[in-house]
């Protein structure tokens, strides 16, 4: 099996969604924001300490090695904006979780579990700026585009199995 990897913004759902493909599709599963956490500790504190260009770096190194083991990947939102990461994404069977700026922004601001520095420092015409501003890099990388809106994750997970099939 080729990875499968899920990208999107913050809030799109990345997490849970590649939680119901891995279990369809019976394969592992690389949570990148976890694997992170576990590699430099909490992601916020990390971008206070040793800024975001540190964060990417790592990010970068995780994606190379994510993509070797034949899984579903939940990538972190902004992992489309480094040029290598493009390069490497750009042969692969990437999807796009696509949902509008307001309901992430609202998925955003009610998620207590997950503190995103490039969120909570921002109003919101700020995150729709930032939404806007990686949208494109979004589509042009993705080979399937699947729409979160009002859709429940195992209806999002079978759509995808049905792309892929
Ligand atoms: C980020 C998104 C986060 C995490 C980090 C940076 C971003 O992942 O990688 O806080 O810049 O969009 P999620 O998309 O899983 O929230």
Redesign the pocket.
């Known amino acids: 099996m080729e990875s499968i990897i899920l990208i999107g ?4 759902g ?2 849970t969604i590649s939680r119901e493909v891995a279990n369809l599709l019976n394969c592992q599963r690389v949570d990148m ?1 976890d694997v992170l956490v576990e590699r430099i500790g909490s ?1 916020s504190q990390y971008f206070e300490k040793h800024g975001e260009a540190s964060f990417r770096q790592h ?1 970068t190194e995780l994606l190379k090695e994510a993509i070797t083991q034949k899984s579903v990947i ?1 990538t ?3 992992v489309i904006m480094q040029e290598e990461n493009q390069q490497v994404l750009a042969d692969k069977k990437v999807i796009y979780l696509k949902a509008d700026p307001e309901i992430l922004i609202d998925r955003i601001r009610n998620d207590e579990e ?1 503190i ?3 969120a909570s420092n921002k109003d919101d015409s700020e995150i729709k700026h930032l939404f806007y501003s990686r949208e494109r890099y979004y589509e042009q990388l993705a080979k399937i585009t699947v729409d979160t809106t009002h859709r429940c994750p195992k209806e999002i997970a079978q759509e995808i199995i049905q792309h892929l099939a």
């Not at 913004?9 to 799109?12: K, N, R, T």
Request: charged share 25%; aromatic share 6%.
């Open positions: 913004f913050m809030g799109a990345k997490t924001d992601i990010e939940a972190g939102g902004g997950n995103r520095p490039n």
